[in-house]
């Protein structure tokens, strides 16, 4: 095989992912208006297309099962087979189906599949007689128990059939690892403007290169700084490559939902937000799973029975929310059920029981929250296929964290829940406040920056409970010492350092430095292992005098000096090194 062809393959390959997941969204919106048919017209030239398309390139295989696939969504389309749950059920398992082909032609090219089983399953369908498809009441035999009829031989066949797929397909997909996308769609509008600003840099360097060689000082200073502006123009650009929409991420949830309700026997539907709000594509990618879990989550443990909903006088169907949106130049995501909410109470019991806490802990509603971040911790008495086994949130946080990400819990019980996380838009460069303590520069992320001043004697007491306190506006702020959280003491007085102070879910707290030197774009770096399980160190980056400093979470290091019933909760839910801690 040459490098053209295989480049072509490999090209078809992520043509037909993307063709793939709208197709699946096209089988969900059919099963909710089954009588549009512009959804099933959609389906059908998705189908076509990808037949076409695989044999065009080599791919023989999957253009004969594709081939099949699309006879099967014809008769749909001429209405000789009725939408229904079962119809659509047998579209999902095809869809699933080829994405794994594609998955593992990726790895591949010669890769070859055993179809057999989703093409039986199929081809009974295309082998019944159309009128014995269409009559209503013969489309409960397809679901239910065998009865007298020609078409009775079909559960026991098709659930022989759906053994077979899973003996097949399932121990396939698990045992592989995850290969992630590395194409990207890019627009060609920002094409544009990264080589129009390209254009103007080379010409700018020419320019500059004239100015030095005659010593025009002047405008040798002039073109630099014109040289400045457009690099970080194109700086800007350049990452806004990498940043994608979050609308096929979130459209994969309908599929979740979809699946987890009908296994759980409840009506829940998921209502999606802000699809177009965009993210790097390297912390996209990372956020599928803790999201799955998430969506998971709250259709089993938030939302209720349809018996149990109409008992509290709500509606028998639950909804879910997913959106996204920017604030502060970070992305929110919120997953927002209307459930039974969480039970503080409770929470507390299984984490006493599971010994978590003790039964002499005191803790605040929002700690109870962070309960179920806990290895372990489950309020399911019995394992189900969703869960109980007690994992799965404590992953998530983990997940989240390790993309610079905070999570948080809002409840009311009875009425439903939130879960927020919040994501940088990008690791790989941020803006951030170069801070000094002890002849030492540290980065301090803007957007985690509420405000910055210079304490005043009269604003500053010890406190009992809370120990150095700055008075601002009235309210009481935890203050602490950067060093504090290096083994580092400082030199100078509170009045002569700055004052950073920062807001975790509106409770304030400061940080004093000795000085800020000024506002940065700095590149982002993995930290080192050593500095890797160090709480509250997202990353290190080079500064312009070529010295190495480290990328600061305030957040986390406020963690470093917690309460008690905290350091215990902290013990359990994200482990800190010992080392690290101050």
């Known amino acids: 095989m040459d490098d053209f062809e295989k480049e072509l393959k490999l090209g078809f390959l992520d043509e037909a992912e993307q063709s793939i997941a709208d197709a699946e969204l096209a089988f969900l919106a059919l099963e909710t208006e089954p009588e549009n048919n512009e959804h099933i017209n959609k389906i059908f030239r998705l189908a076509h297309n990808l037949k076409g398309s695989s044999k065009a390139v080599g791919f023989e295989q999957l253009g004969q099962f594709t081939h099949e696939f ?14 229904s749950a079962t119809i659509i059920s047998v579209m999902l398992k095809v869809t699933d189906f080829i994405k794994t082909m594609l998955a593992d032609l990726k790895v591949n090219l010669d890769a070859a599949f055993s179809t057999e089983p989703l093409l039986t399953e199929m081809k009974f369908f295309l082998e019944i007689p159309a009128q014995a498809l269409v009559e209503p009441e ?17 559960p026991e066949k098709l659930k022989h059939t759906e053994e077979r797929i899973s003996v097949m397909a399932g121990p396939q997909v698990l045992a592989k690892p995850q290969v992630l996308d590395e194409n990207i769609r890019v627009s060609l509008s920002k094409i544009d403007k990264l080589l129009n600003l390209v254009g103007e840099m080379v010409i700018l ?44 991420t979130f459209h994969k949830m ?25 993210l790097d594509k390297g912390i996209l990618e990372n956020i599928n799973d803790p999201l799955v879990h998430l969506i998971r989550n709250s259709v089993d443990h938030g939302i209720e029975s349809a018996a149990t909903r109409l008992a509290a006088g709500k509606k028998p169907q639950g909804s879910i929310q997913l959106k996204a949106f920017h604030r502060s130049g970070r992305l929110v995501i919120e997953v927002i059920d209307d459930g039974a909410g969480l039970d503080t109470e409770n929470l507390k ?13 005191f ?27 007690g994992v799965g949130m404590d992953v998530v946080k983990t997940n989240i964290e ?14 439903g829940t939130t879960i927020r996380i919040t994501l940088p838009l990008t690791m790989a460069i941020i803006d951030g406040l170069i801070a000094t303590y002890n002849n030492e520069k540290y980065i301090i992320p803007l957007s985690h920056v509420h405000e910055t001043l210079r304490p005043q004697a009269a604003q500053i007491y010890e406190e009992k409970n809370l120990g150095s306190v700055l008075l601002l506006r009235g309210e009481n702020v935890p203050m602490h010492y950067l060093g504090d959280f290096f083994n580092e003491k400082s030199h100078k007085k509170e009045t002569e350092m700055i004052a950073f102070v920062f807001r975790n879910n509106n409770k304030p707290f400061a940080i004093l430095v000795d000085d800020i030197l000024g506002l940065q774009q700095v590149v982002v770096k993995r930290p080192s292992l050593g500095l890797q399980s160090m709480k509250g160190v997202s990353g290190t980056t080079i500064l312009g005098d070529g010295k190495p400093s480290l990328i600061l979470e305030p957040n986390d290091l406020l963690l470093r000096k917690i309460t008690r019933v905290e350091k215990v909760l902290n013990k359990n839910i994200s482990p800190i090194n010992k080392e690290s801690v101050a």
């Open 70 to 83: 699309e006879s099967f969504v014809l008769r749909v389309k001429n209405n000789e087979l009725k939408v």
């Open 205 to 248: 360097q020419s320019v500059l290169s004239q100015n030095s060689a005659n010593n025009n000082f002047v405008n040798f200073k002039k073109t630099t700084e014109q040289l400045g502006k457009v690099t970080k123009d194109i700086q800007e650009t350049s990452m806004g490559l990498r940043m994608v929409p979050v609308k096929t």
């Open 402 to 415: 390790k993309l610079g990400g905070e999570i948080e819990i809002e409840s009311i019980k009875l009425k």
């Open 363 to 389: 803790l605040t509603e929002a700690e109870s929250y962070k309960l179920i971040f806990a290895p372990g911790f489950s309020t399911k008495e019995l394992v189900t296929e969703v869960s109980g086994r």
């Open 138 to 154: 013969l489309e409960p035999v397809l679901m239910t128990e065998p009865v007298e009829a020609t078409v009775i031989s079909f």
């Open 254 to 278: 309908q599929r979740i939902v979809r699946d987890t309700a009908q296994l759980l026997d409840k009506d829940v539907v998921l209502m999606l937000f802000g699809e177009e709000t965009e």
């Open 349 to 361: 019991k299984i984490a006493i029981t599971k010994k978590i806490i003790k039964n002499t802990d």
